[in-house]
């Protein structure tokens, strides 16, 4: 039966139709009449009720579960255990055998095996993430993207070349075919032989990349050979922590090297890294909220690499005109990849002071671990450390030294050979000669400009000398 719901509203069971007033009175007698015989229309007593629904334990404690979360069934403290330690990125240690029981009475005291029972199970992390963003979406706005945030030919294409660089000499970890070793994976010892002579050798492999990515780098080369090699000591360290940083997987709490060997953090600190190792897997930590790409990573290698304020550069201006475009292009390229989120470029160059704190502290820890090790250091390690001298070994002579040096570094010392030979051929390296008639002659010029130059840091004495003193009598 069809009523009009506007003339007989008071009626159950009427359906809306288009009202017509004829046919609408018409149907209302009917109605009348129909209810008024023997059968009366009754109103259906309502369904019951459908059962709670059961759902299984949860899956990580067995404890009475609330639902389905992240992917599984989960009791509510399990789900807010998840969703806090990916939210957060928390990295927890298990301080037995990474194997604790964990039910409803034991969840609580081992995050670590909690976390990884979590993962085994089958709860999503990117669950997690879909929520925040579902969460996000009724009060986002459209971003639309200021002009400022668009890349210029130029840097569009200094971008590419950078991002080019990193890619060729650092393979992401997709790439990679992970490795692991069991060698002293539980318990800490001071130094593990084996597994150092694979770190050393994975390093060397590593610093013989880096070097490739700064001559491939735009305008690096036209730097004097001299503030090449004094970069490429300076920032190696840093560059290197940097990599390895990036290779962080907070889920098994390991690094990756670029061969795919696999390290927890009891194998890196046996490895050699020793003190250094809860500095570096905390900074590795605080590299995950950035979330940055392999463009992001090369190009923040490449501002830790070109960098006018490194102590003994030559030309540190063209040093710093090097670095200025790189700056704007990370700038840019972070806001635009992120344009609700400017604050992490400031964030993301941070990270250079706090690499140059580590690496200040791995520079420290290459002079004890030499007392550790049983022989000479890698002599390319040796020669990338800061002061190479402290680990100068008496039995290895200087032609050995050189000879195990790798391809890249010979042939930037070549060229620096060649660059000296060169300059005492034009006569132009002539520091002695006018120092000596300088101070024959009484020229008070030459106090003045090497102390300016020390005090300034740079090193333009030779410049200054052998410019001004033709003109004095």
Not at 150 to 167: C, D, F, M, R, Y
Not at 222 to 236: E, H, V, Y
Not at 246 to 251: D, I, K, S
Not at 379 to 405: H, Q, V, W, Y
Request: glycine fraction near 6%.
């Amino acid at each position: 039966k069809m009523f009009c719901i506007n003339c007989i509203n008071h009626l159950t069971c009427s359906l809306p139709i288009s009202c017509n007033t004829e046919m609408c009175s018409k149907l209302k007698s009917v109605f009348i009449t129909q209810s008024t015989s023997s059968e009366e229309m009754v109103p259906s007593s309502p369904s019951p009720p459908p059962p709670p629904r059961i759902y299984k334990p949860c899956f990580v404690c067995q404890d009475k579960s609330s639902g389905y979360h992240y992917g599984v069934s989960s009791c509510e403290g399990c789900k807010g255990f998840f969703r806090r330690s990916i939210q957060k990125n928390m990295v927890y240690t298990c301080h037995r055998d990474k194997n604790c029981q964990i039910n409803k009475v034991t969840r609580n005291r081992c995050q670590y095996c909690r976390l990884q029972k979590c993962f085994e199970v089958g709860m999503s992390k990117e669950a997690v993430r879909n929520d925040r963003n579902k969460k996000k979406k009724d009060v986002k706005e459209e971003v639309v993207l200021p002009e400022s945030y668009e890349l210029s030919g130029e840097l569009e294409e200094l971008v590419n070349k950078v991002s080019k660089a990193h890619k060729d000499t650092f393979p992401s970890l997709v790439q990679l075919g992970k490795y692991t070793t069991n060698s002293s994976a539980d318990h800490r010892v001071q130094l593990d032989l084996g597994l150092w002579d694979k770190f050393s050798e994975l390093s060397t492999k590593c610093i013989i990349k880096i070097v490739e990515f700064a001559k491939r780098l735009p305008g690096f080369t036209t730097l004097t050979i001299a503030d090449q090699i004094t970069l490429l000591k300076s920032a190696c360290l840093d560059i290197l922590m940097l990599r390895i940083c990036t290779r962080y997987t907070p889920e098994q709490d390991t690094m990756t090297f670029s061969d795919g060997l696999t390290l927890n953090r009891t194998q890196m600190h046996n490895a050699g890294f020793g003190p250094l190792t809860e500095l570096v897997f905390a900074f590795a930590g605080q590299l995950l909220p950035l979330e940055m790409d392999d463009t992001e990573t090369g190009l923040l290698s490449a501002i830790c690499l070109i960098c006018g304020d490194r102590m003994d550069l030559e030309e540190p201006q063209k040093v710093d005109k090097l670095q200025e475009p790189l700056l704007e292009a990370l700038k840019i390229y972070a806001r635009r990849r992120r344009p609700n989120k400017p604050h992490l470029f400031p964030r993301m160059l941070m990270k250079v002071t706090d690499l140059r704190g580590i690496s200040t502290k791995g520079a420290e820890r290459a002079i004890t671990l030499k007392m550790e090790i049983p022989g000479p250091m890698p002599p390319l390690i040796r020669e990338m450390l800061e002061n190479p001298e402290a680990f100068e070994d008496s039995s290895d002579s200087g032609d050995s030294a050189s000879a195990a040096a790798p391809p890249a570094i010979q042939t930037i010392k070549k060229e620096r050979e060649e660059e000296k030979r060169n300059a005492k051929r034009r006569g132009s390296s002539f520091e002695r000669w006018s120092i000596g008639n300088a101070k024959r002659r009484g020229s008070s010029f030459e106090r003045w400009s090497i102390g300016n130059a020390k005090r300034r840091g740079s090193s333009f004495e030779r410049w200054s000398i052998g410019n001004a003193l033709p003109h004095f009598p």
